[in-house]
């Protein structure tokens, strides 16, 4: 069974013109994660959001941004994609710290992102 | 500076045999690692991880070691399959109470030979 579910797989967008990637999760986990990941590099954070506090990461363009309107759904935004903002982005949630241990991220399948 | 290294792009493993998956790090301040593998054209898969207080967690043919002193993470993978073979990511987290990063580490790629 699907737990954190990424629409559409794979996405085409031309340049400069604005896309929406989403996310849901039946985890009921509090936080969510977007990072972006190019070729077989480590992924890279983007922003978090802890319930509804966003946490924008200091490196992260303004072309990003992100909403979540309930806690099973995330959106990703890119304002006006650019050949350099193709990747693979994925979508990412957690418990909340206090729980036992520190909770692992569990991943969506990604979202493959072409900029024509 | 790379805070999270893991020195070995690929690795090759016969099947049956132990696989072993190395992870250096340089703050002793992170408190917990986790190994993280990936498939081709899919999202990570949390595979098991280890916290600070501990220097050894088992889970089914995954072990993970922590040595402190080493500032070092190792997987261990016993009997290699072939459906393990896929990049293998440690990645680390700082004790910030409001910050959930996970530091990662640049991958390693694991093929097992039939």
């Known amino acids: 069974d699907a737990m954190v579910i990424q629409n559409p797989r794979y996405q085409v967008t031309q340049f400069g013109k604005p896309v929406t990637l989403s996310c849901s999760q039946t985890?009921?986990?509090?936080?969510m994660y977007w990072y972006q990941q190019k070729s077989s590099q480590a992924p890279k954070l983007l922003f978090h959001?802890?319930?509804?506090?966003?946490?924008n990461e200091a490196d992260t363009p303004d072309n990003f941004q992100s909403r979540r309107p309930n806690t099973s759904f995330c959106f990703l935004d890119i304002r006006s994609p650019g050949l350099g903002d193709a990747a693979m982005y994925l979508c990412?949630?957690?418990?909340?710290?206090?729980?036992?241990?520190?909770?692992?991220?569990?991943f969506g399948p990604g979202t493959r992102l072409t900029v024509t | 500076d790379q805070q999270v290294k893991q020195n070995s792009p690929s690795l090759s493993v016969q099947e049956g045999r132990i696989s072993i998956l190395n992870c250096d790090y340089t703050?002793?301040?992170?408190?917990?690692f986790l190994w993280y593998k990936k498939y081709p054209a899919e999202g990570p898969t949390f595979l098991i991880s280890?916290?600070?207080i501990k220097d050894k967690n088992e889970d089914g043919r995954f072990t993970v070691f922590l040595n402190k002193s080493a500032k070092h993470l190792s997987l261990h993978i016993v009997p290699s399959q072939p459906g393990d073979s896929a990049v293998y990511f440690c990645?680390?987290?700082?004790?910030?109470?409001?910050?959930?990063?996970?530091?990662w580490g640049a991958g390693t790629k694991l093929i097992i030979k039939p």
């Open positions: 703050n002793s301040m992170f408190d917990y």
């Open positions: 959001y802890y319930d509804k506090d966003f946490n």
């Open positions: 990645a680390v987290t700082y004790p910030q109470v409001s910050n959930y990063q996970l530091i």
């Open positions: 280890i916290s600070s």
């Open positions: 985890l009921n986990h509090n936080v």
């Open positions: 990412a949630t957690s418990r909340s710290q206090g729980t036992s241990g520190r909770p692992a991220q569990y």
